[in-house]
């Protein structure tokens, strides 16, 4: 069996819990993946430039980032994680259906941003939750939580793909590949979408977009999400409207351990507040315990999070700037060929993160990371050799997909471990990843802008080399860190023995005196 049975009987104890995270995080990969094919289209409908377009890219990734900081603020309580998964939820459903009415840039950037509000919050309650609740086993369920990211973000390109414009704003020119068009045809001339169609006077066809079906094709889609949260919520007897009724064997297990926490004296959660814990980040950075732990315990958490920094940052550029790099010289691919890199590429990933749910089972987090970090370089090195063969740019984006795929819940679960989950790993994990895809985005762009598009591969080399020294960083203080609680085991051990001893002599001491009496 791929699983032991302690891993199923786990899993089949929280399964609501499980696949309620992994609904929403389907919620996140829909909408992040979405504005890189349709950007052309949403640039004619706001009547703006390819430069202002790209903006909006910045808006949602810096508003994800912000979103990343503060979701853990939610997790305090089952019913304030749940509520605020399914007003994430909600939110991108809402958006997606207001976003053909986004008539300027600006409308759409602030929709935007508040879509990338919501994916924060989801990414970091999900991890949080599936860490909290899985511990020492959660590699596998952040395995396939991420997966689902890469699921949604497979599923977005492909629902927009059938309504994407042929012709852009009215200048293509006409170099499109057959592939797909047979498919867009019946559509556009189905009933639904024939009346979007115009003809200009001389003979010439320009065309109506009608990218906004596919944005309510995906607003429906993303329905049954928050509708999951919310009966999760009813489940769990935490909606204020339903009565509550008998109690349930949780609260009751609960009840046990308060009046336990009340006979024994200070409240354990307080304590596991006070040492850490997973909070938002900016109440991990206020922690009072803080003062007396070693370096290494801090650059674990720095080094971790820089890691996912450059790693995440080249998914977030390449996914980005991929379609840009093949459309120009040297490689000069023809628009609609070169439109289906981003589809591959993060199918690529959806595929890698399934096949890591079961060798995050069979080998360690180190290994995977130290294996996949090795693969991105390599293949980003292949990637600048054959700069100019279009089929190895296939075969190189699949790749790259597949190695990036499962850098996050590795790195995820194995700093937690090195911790043992009494940092706050997630919380700043999750909020230095949101900053690397921001970041190198916007640096990755400016560059290929400015030095051409060869820089694109040399961006990704450079980026990838530094993830992976960073990443050997991380080895070095891991070991640190272990010497140090090594250490203290130890000392505390010998502070333990006198103790003892004088327990034990004060012991003999009065019971010969008892004797003598």
């Keep these: 069996m791929f699983m032991d049975e302690r891993i199923v009987t786990l899993f089949k104890r929280n399964a609501h819990h499980t696949l309620t995270y992994w609904s929403v995080f389907f919620s996140f990969g829909l909408c992040i993946a979405f504005l890189g094919p349709t950007i ?13 377009i790209t903006w909006v890219f910045f808006a949602q990734q810096f508003c994800l980032l912000i979103g990343s900081s503060v979701g853990g603020v939610f997790k305090r309580t089952l019913f304030s994680a749940l509520a605020a998964l399914f007003v994430s939820a909600l939110v991108i459903s809402v958006i997606f259906a207001i976003i053909p009415l986004c008539n300027n840039v600006l409308l759409l950037a602030i929709a935007m941003a508040v879509s990338g509000l919501a994916m924060g919050v989801i990414d970091t309650i999900a991890n949080i939750q599936l860490v909290t609740i899985y511990q020492k086993d959660s ?8 997966f689902f990211i890469g699921f949604g973000a497979l599923v977005s390109p492909l629902i927009a793909d059938p309504f994407l414009s042929e012709t852009g704003c009215g200048n293509h020119t006409g170099n499109g590949t057959e592939m797909m068009h047979h498919f867009r045809n019946m559509l556009r001339n189905s009933p639904i979408a024939e009346h979007n169609i115009t003809h200009s006077e001389g003979g010439g066809g320009e065309e109506e977009s009608i990218v906004h079906y596919a944005f309510w094709i995906m607003a429906l889609i993303n329905l ?4 999951a949260v919310l009966f999760l919520m009813y489940r769990e007897q935490l909606i204020p409207c339903c009565p509550s009724g008998t109690p349930r064997l949780l609260d009751k297990d609960e009840l046990a351990m308060e009046n336990q926490q009340g006979a024994d004296g200070p409240d354990v959660e307080q304590k596991e507040h006070e040492a850490g814990g997973h909070g938002d980040i900016f109440s991990c950075c206020q922690n009072d315990n803080l003062r007396g732990l070693p370096v290494s315990f801090f650059m674990i958490h720095i080094l971790g999070g820089m890691v996912l920094f450059m790693t995440d940052g080249i998914v977030g550029a390449y996914a980005g700037f991929v379609y840009t790099y093949a459309v120009t010289p040297p490689m000069s691919l023809p628009h609609k060929t070169a439109g289906y890199l981003a589809s591959i590429f993060w199918a690529a990933i959806t595929a890698g993160r399934l096949v890591s749910i079961p060798l995050s089972y069979r080998f360690q987090p180190v290994r995977l990371l130290m294996f996949n970090l090795a693969g991105a370089i390599v293949t980003v090195l292949m990637l600048l050799i054959f700069y100019t063969s279009s089929i190895f740019l296939y075969v190189g984006t699949c790749l790259c997909g597949l190695f990036l795929s499962s850098i996050f819940p590795c790195m995820l679960a194995y700093t937690e471990d090195i911790l043992d989950y009494q940092g706050c790993a997630t919380s700043v994990l999750v909020t ?10 916007v640096l990755v762009g400016s ?13 990704g080399m450079i980026i990838a080399c530094i993830g ?6 991380l080895l070095l203080f891991h070991r640190m860190h272990r010497n140090y609680l090594t250490g203290t085991s130890k000392k505390s051990a010998m502070v333990e023995e006198p103790v003892a001893e004088q327990n034990g002599s004060a012991k003999t001491e009065q019971k010969e005196e008892k004797e003598s009496s």
């Design 40 to 52: 052309l289209d949403l640039q004619c409908q706001t009547n703006s430039t390819l430069s202002q």
């Design 432 to 441: 230095s990843a949101g900053m690397g895809e921001m970041v190198m985005q």
């Design 468 to 473: 992976f020294i960073l990443f050997i960083g």
């Design 139 to 146: 590699a596998v369920f952040l395995q396939a939580l991420h």
């Design 224 to 227: 049954p999400v928050p509708i």
């Design 447 to 459: 560059i290929i802008q400015t030095e051409g598009s060869y820089s694109f591969l040399l961006c």
